[in-house]
C-alpha cells in the first residue's frame, strides 16, 4: 500500500482552499459587504498553512546562511579598512 504525498496532498488543499476564497471574494463584493470577515480570514490562514509545506525551507535556509557570511565579510573588510 503506498503513501500519498504531503506535497500531492498540500496542493489539493491549496487549490481548494484558493477557490473556496475565491468564490466567497466574488459573494461579497457583489453584496457590497466587507471585505475581512471570519471566513475569508480562515480561508486565508488555511491557504497559507497548505502553502508552507511547499516551500523550500533548505534551500531558503543555505541562501540567507550564505547572505549573513557575505555581510559579515563585508564588515570585515570595511573595519579593516576603516582601521587603517
Do not use: K
Not at 21 to 43: M, P
Not at 46 to 63: F, N, Q, R, Y
Amino acid at each position: 500500500m503506498s503513501m500519498p504525498s504531503i506535497t500531492a496532498g498540500a496542493l489539493v488543499l491549496l487549490a481548494l482552499t484558493g477557490t473556496a476564497l475565491a468564490f466567497q471574494l466574488i459573494r461579497l463584493r457583489r453584496s457590497r459587504h466587507t471585505v475581512f470577515n471570519g471566513g475569508i480570514l480562515l480561508c486565508l490562514g488555511l491557504l497559507t498553512a497548505a502553502a508552507l509545506p511547499l516551500v523550500p525551507w533548505a534551500e531558503l535556509a543555505e541562501e540567507a546562511l550564505d547572505q549573513a557570511v557575505a555581510a559579515l565579510h563585508v564588515l570585515e573588510v570595511a573595519y579593516v579598512i576603516l582601521t587603517l
